[in-house]
T-cell receptor
Framework: ETGVTQTPRHLVMGMTNKKSLKCEQH?????MYWYKQSAKKPLELMFV???????ENNSVPSRFSPECPNSSHLFLHLHTLQPEDSALYLC???????????????FGQGTRLTVV | LAKTTQPISMDSYEGQEVNITCSHN???????ITWYQQFPSQGPRFIIQ???TKVTNEVASLFIPADRKSSTLSLPRVSLSDTAVYYC????????FGQGTELSVKP
């Protein structure tokens, strides 16, 4: 238990569906992150929120839409995904100014997404 | 952001000490060095962090030379459960992960 909870743990969706991934942290952190990890590949940083403001968006397709309503919750809204979007989606949180060194991040267990 | 270079894979046997070196030639003055461990289908887990010289905790040691252009994660007496991917990160909270080092511990 890392203090970062992701739901659901597994999700199968069709290419025309709309779904949302949820991340919740109870650590009092002020920065939250979304990562994508495809099979046998490193983590790809998708979005970073600091103090509920998006501070990083790594050229992610618009079919992925993040939302950070407060510092404890982070969502990733999904629509019209492609099969190549199937991956493990990981959420993380950290404390302190996101741009400084010395940041320890805590990760959730991830959502295994399969697009059919 | 400083780019990091690690070996893609390493093999070891139970009970041995494992040293994984990471190169980060363009490290900035205020950058910290952080190592994470990741098991399959799980999120990475923080192992250790340092700025210079040596840091030790209950899990590992981190050696950083004076020029800080590299760092070495040392895992004492590894076991089968240490089989995982190890990532070296340099810099702030952007948390950019490289390819990592896949460590395989054999009986």
């Amino acid at each position: 238990e890392t203090g970062v909870t992701q739901t659901p743990r597994h999700l199968v969706m069709g290419m025309t569906n709309k779904k949302s991934l949820k991340c919740e942290q109870h650590l009092g952190h002020n920065a939250m992150y979304w990562y994508k990890q495809s099979a046998k590949k490193p983590l790809e940083l998708m979005f970073v929120y600091s103090l509920e403001e998006r501070v990083e968006n790594n050229s992610v397709p618009s079919r992925f839409s993040p939302e950070c309503p407060n510092s404890s919750h982070l969502f990733l809204h999904l629509h019209t995904l492609q099969p190549e979007d199937s991956a493990l989606y990981l959420c993380a949180s950290s404390q302190g100014r996101w741009s400084r060194g010395g940041t320890e991040a805590f990760f959730g267990q991830g959502t295994r997404l399969t697009v059919v | 952001l400083a780019k990091t270079t690690q070996p893609i894979s390493m093999d070891s046997y139970e009970g041995q000490e494992v040293n994984i070196t990471c190169s980060h030639n363009n490290i900035a003055t205020n950058d910290y060095i952080t190592w994470y461990q990741q098991f399959p289908s799980q999120g990475p887990r923080f192992i250790i962090q340092g700025y210079k010289t040596k840091v030790t905790n209950e899990v590992a040691s981190l050696f950083i030379p004076a020029d800080r252009k590299s760092s070495t994660l040392s895992l004492p007496r590894v076991s089968l459960s240490d089989t995982a991917v190890y990532y070296c990160l340099v810099g702030g909270g952007k948390l950019i992960f490289g390819q990592g080092t896949e460590l395989s511990v054999k009986p």
